[in-house]
């Protein structure tokens, strides 16, 4: 578990002791500054240049900051495996590792033999890397280190090469840089669980690609080279409305879950052809219902059982102190069941349990985590909101803080009591285990049902299209929700921050318009989790569980989304994931698991969901909050460059403090909108 990041550049051939002036180490110094707070444990930086055809060379930097999880003392990166075979460039590849300590201290290089090799840096675990190890031993692979499952991963890049990710589970972010062929290797899990972003550039007539676990990193680098990044206005829009989209609201991009691209400088013309050719055809992708995996049965509670045991388990591997979040509903009370059992069974320890006490009891479970704390026998650990005391900061700082360090207007409130918990359980652990990924196997939200029957009830849509506007307007609740969608676009309305309506009011009808003419909606069947395991699972409750967990440097891992309990869960019917018994109910083949595990009081109750009381917040300036948000409308253009109607967003607080609507989560976004601005144009 780490940050990672790294720098290509396709430049005129130059003599090898000026090599460096090529990629200089402060571009990597910019890049290192915006992920060290993911690596307390130590840092590494490889250099390398191939000479290519026609006079150019390729460059190659990584670099990486490493929380040590797995294997302390052979686990360092970036990794080499060697060989014998010759490849001289006439600049022979150099290695660094050093101590976090020495971050400003000049990098003191190893120069290592003129040979091919395979450099990785790699964020992530491999949870399944000792059979992994011993499948590649049995196939005549030595290894180095005891138990790396870095070293595993790139034993195994090295025996399959692109298909390589098909043998892992995992979540993980990788770079491999491979000598010989001078092409550079990017991978990313199923489920986005890890992040990666790229971006390109132009110097000095030079192509130049760099990739980074941190947006923030990348904006600052292109402000180092002179070449700032610009807003994209649709991908901004897409992001103000949802609170996140794959499409980022600035001209960078976010490698794509579950694939594997190669991007090779030798057959392109430039950089960033190279980048954009790599991305549209990815040279693997995986599915979740994968041709290596076994084909899904109709799932039953005791297969279900089976993967999770499975799944859990492996997730409990680590040289380091080991947690659970608890929030006392379902997923999560699998989770902390099944790893107590596995603790106890393995040497008597028991888990340790975390979780956060809301100060509104509509989004408060704590009675409920503490319930089946005491049942499991875990030592649980509660924390009231804010943050704990010792961080001296606020609710405010707090967004403030986590935006800055993420580098995108990311819009889900939730983010705020995720790192507070990340900030309690890093006291006494480095890892963590959650419930993620439960709803959207599972189908937990209410809104798969309303996409199932609007899916069904096609001829609804021009009546709902037919409603006078202004009546469609007035209608709120559930039911005002569902007309939205299908007047608009349907499912990505339903759980939209903004509606199409509202979006229109902050940036003008005819600018709203020519936006939506250039947005074309993805589709979306009757079984919705499809879209949102491949959309909103990654793009906002991993993005929001990286930035929260890894700001203070705790690796979290998802039992939940492991490759198999994906492959069967979505390759069962929703009506299949929604039987308990005879009854049918959102998410009921898995509270049938739970029951099993945990008091039925804890499961079988209403779905609270893991919030925070924004709009309550915001009247009364809890921790900061109003505050911040007073301080933004109060600047001349507290959105730059993108637009929006101040008027529009002071008429929203009006109707919120007169309580007539509740739009917390809508001005959440508006000030986090303002924060990642004003950090653009900073």
Request: proline share 7%; hydrophobic share 40%; with cysteine.
């Amino acid at each position: 578990m780490c940050g990672i990041a790294g720098i290509l550049r396709l430049a005129r051939a130059l003599p090898a002791h000026a090599a460096d002036r090529a990629i200089p180490e402060a571009w990597l110094d910019t890049l290192e500054a915006s992920i060290a707070h993911r690596g307390p444990d130590g840092r590494g930086r490889f250099r390398d240049a191939r000479d290519l055809a026609q006079g150019r060379t390729i460059h190659v930097a990584l670099l990486q900051r490493r929380l040590s999880i797995i294997d302390h003392g052979g686990g360092r990166q970036p990794m080499l495996a060697t060989s014998a075979e010759p490849c001289s460039t006439g600049t022979p590849p150099r290695l660094f590792h050093g101590p976090p300590a020495d971050a400003t201290a000049p990098c003191t290089y190893q120069q290592l033999p003129d040979t091919d090799l395979r450099a990785v840096v790699f964020n992530g675990c491999i949870y399944n890397h000792r059979a992994l190890r011993a499948t590649l031993q049995a196939q005549g692979h030595r290894f180095v280190s005891d138990h790396s499952d870095t070293e595993t991963l790139l034993h195994a890049q090295t025996q399959w090469g692109g298909e390589s990710s098909e043998y892992l589970d995992g979540m993980y972010a990788v770079a491999l840089w491979h000598r010989a062929s001078a092409t550079l290797t990017l991978m990313r899990d199923l489920a986005g669980e890890k992040p990666l972003y790229l971006a390109s550039a132009t110097v000095d007539g030079d192509e130049v690609l760099a990739f980074s676990s941190s947006p923030a990193g990348l904006i600052a680098l292109r402000r180092q080279l002179g070449q700032p990044v610009t807003i994209d206005p649709l991908g901004a829009m897409l992001w103000l409305k949802h609170g996140y989209w794959s499409r980022l609201p600035i001209d960078l991009i976010e490698l794509a879950p579950g694939t594997t691209h190669v991007i090779d400088p030798r057959h392109a013309p430039a950089m960033a052809s190279a980048m954009a050719d790599a991305l549209r055809t990815p040279v693997h992708v995986i599915r979740p219902t994968s041709p290596s995996l076994p084909p899904a049965t109709t799932l039953t509670p005791q297969r279900v059982t089976t993967l999770l045991q499975d799944a859990i388990t492996s997730r409990l591997d680590a040289d380091v102190p080991i947690g659970c979040f608890l929030s006392g509903g379902v997923d999560s009370s699998i989770v902390a069941a099944v790893a107590q059992r596995a603790l106890q069974a393995a040497g008597g320890r028991s888990l340790l349990t975390f979780n956060v006490k809301m100060p509104d009891e509509r989004f408060d479970e704590s009675p409920f985590a503490h319930m089946v704390a005491r049942h499991l026998g875990t030592k649980h650990i509660e924390l009231t909101t804010p943050a704990p005391a010792h961080t001296q900061s606020s609710a405010a700082d707090d967004l403030v803080r986590l935006i800055t360090q993420l580098g995108l207007p990311f819009g889900d409130s939730s983010l705020l009591p995720t790192h507070w918990v990340s900030v309690a359980a890093r006291q006494h652990v480095t890892v963590a285990l959650g419930g993620d990924g439960g709803d959207e196997l599972f189908a937990g939200y209410q809104r798969y049902q309303a996409q199932q029957a609007m899916a069904r009830w096609t001829m609804l849509q021009p009546l709902a299209r037919a409603l006078p506007g202004p009546l469609a307007r007035r209608l709120g609740g559930n039911l005002g929700r569902v007309i939205t969608s299908l007047r608009y676009h349907g499912y990505h309305d339903l759980h939209a921050i903004f509606r199409t309506p509202q979006i229109a009011d902050l940036l003008g009808a005819d600018r709203a318009a020519t936006l939506a003419s250039a947005y074309s909606p993805r589709p979306v069947g009757a079984d919705a989790r499809h879209d949102d395991f491949a959309h909103y699972l990654p793009e906002d409750l991993m993005r929001k569980v990286d930035t929260a967990s890894m700001a203070i440097a705790l690796e979290v891992r998802a039992p939940l989304l492991a490759r198999g309990l994906v492959s069967e869960a979505l390759g069962t019917t929703l009506d299949g994931v929604f039987a308990d018994g005879a009854a049918r109910r959102r998410k009921g083949l898995l509270r049938a698991v739970a029951r099993s595990l945990v008091p039925a009081e804890a499961i079988d109750r209403k779905k609270q969901g893991f919030g925070v009381p924004m709009g309550r917040w915001l009247r009364e300036d809890y921790a900061g909050l109003r505050t911040l948000l007073n301080d933004t409308l109060a600047q001349p253009d507290p959105w730059p460059g993108l637009g929006l109607s101040k008027p529009a967003a002071q008429k929203l607080l009006a109707e919120h403090d007169r309580q007539g609507r509740d739009h917390g989560q809508r001005l959440w976004m508006l000030m986090v909108m303002s924060v990642f601005l004003r950090n653009l144009r900073a």
